[in-house]
């Protein structure tokens, strides 16, 4: 969470000062941080980056349920039941909503799937917004009539922005289970052990 601040506060001091140099090029007034802070081009930046890590995250908890790939390290094996598939039995250490049951147990069996997805909608509602929103501060610049949502969602350079992430994040997923078939590392819990053979699947 350091690391993320950080690099966060990187993020928005770098592109602060890259958007005033923008502005300054076409006359345009600049913006304090503060302000830098609530404009488009700092939120769409942000969670254009978001959306791509949270859908990536939500492929990963939801695929491996049912999906498998033989020799994977980041797959379950191929056949039979494993600890994270058992019902959930209450317990005097069991989280609260196994002990209470019903509805409750229900939505909590799928609260990690449900909330990835939740981020991902809102990371993504947030970037469209923050995209939208700088485009028409764009517009404005070039005496141009700002357009309306709609407008903004038939043109191509919002759909650019989600795609370009979503690939990264497809690719990026696919080399994590692919990869751990044929390489290892050791000490590492995203790898096999060092000795296990190409086509033992899990850890």
Same mark, same amino acid.
């Given at each position: 969470?350091?690391?993320?601040?950080?690099? %966060?506060?990187? =993020?928005?001091?770098?592109?602060?000062?890259?958007?005033?140099?923008?502005?300054?090029?076409?006359?345009?007034?600049?913006?304090?941080?503060?302000?830098?802070?609530?404009?488009?081009?700092?939120?769409?930046?942000?969670?254009?980056?978001? =959306?791509?890590?949270?859908? =990536?995250?939500?492929?990963?908890?939801?695929?491996? #349920?049912?999906?498998?790939? #033989?020799?994977?390290?980041?797959?379950?094996?191929?056949?039979?039941?494993? @600890?994270? @598939?058992?019902? !959930?039995?209450?317990?005097?250490?069991?989280?609260?909503?196994?002990?209470?049951?019903?509805? #409750?147990?229900?939505?909590?069996?799928?609260?990690?799937?449900?909330?990835?997805?939740?981020?991902?909608?809102?990371?993504?509602?947030?970037?469209?917004?923050?995209?939208? &929103? @700088?485009?028409?501060?764009? =517009?404005? #610049?070039?005496?141009?009539?700002?357009?309306?949502?709609? &407008?903004? %969602?038939?043109?191509?350079?919002?759909?650019?922005?989600?795609? &370009?992430?979503? &690939?990264?994040?497809?690719?990026?997923?696919?080399?994590?289970?692919?990869?751990?078939?044929?390489?290892?590392?050791?000490?590492?819990?995203?790898?096999?052990?060092?000795?296990? !053979?190409?086509?033992?699947?899990?850890?």
């Amino acid at each position: 969470m350091t690391l993320f601040l950080v690099t %966060l506060l990187a =993020q928005a001091f770098t592109g602060w000062k890259a958007y005033n140099d923008e502005r300054k090029q076409e006359h345009v007034q600049t913006l304090s941080f503060s302000g830098y802070l609530h404009c488009g081009h700092f939120i769409s930046a942000t969670f254009e980056n978001f =959306q791509s890590e949270f859908l =990536q995250m939500a492929l990963y908890v939801v695929l491996t #349920i049912s999906l498998r790939q #033989i020799g994977s390290g980041e797959s379950k094996k191929l056949s039979g039941k494993e @600890d994270v @598939d058992r019902e !959930p039995r209450k317990s005097p250490n069991a989280p609260w909503p196994v002990k209470k049951g019903g509805w #409750i147990l229900k939505l909590y069996s799928h609260s990690l799937s449900l909330s990835f997805v939740l981020l991902f909608l809102a990371s993504w509602g947030l970037h469209f917004y923050g995209s939208w &929103q @700088d485009n028409n501060a764009e =517009q404005l #610049i070039h005496h141009k009539h700002p357009d309306t949502v709609i &407008q903004y %969602l038939c043109k191509p350079e919002f759909w650019f922005e989600t795609f &370009q992430n979503w &690939q990264s994040e497809f690719l990026s997923v696919a080399s994590i289970v692919f990869l751990t078939i044929y390489l290892r590392q050791k000490g590492s819990p995203e790898s096999k052990p060092v000795d296990a !053979p190409h086509t033992e699947t899990g850890k």
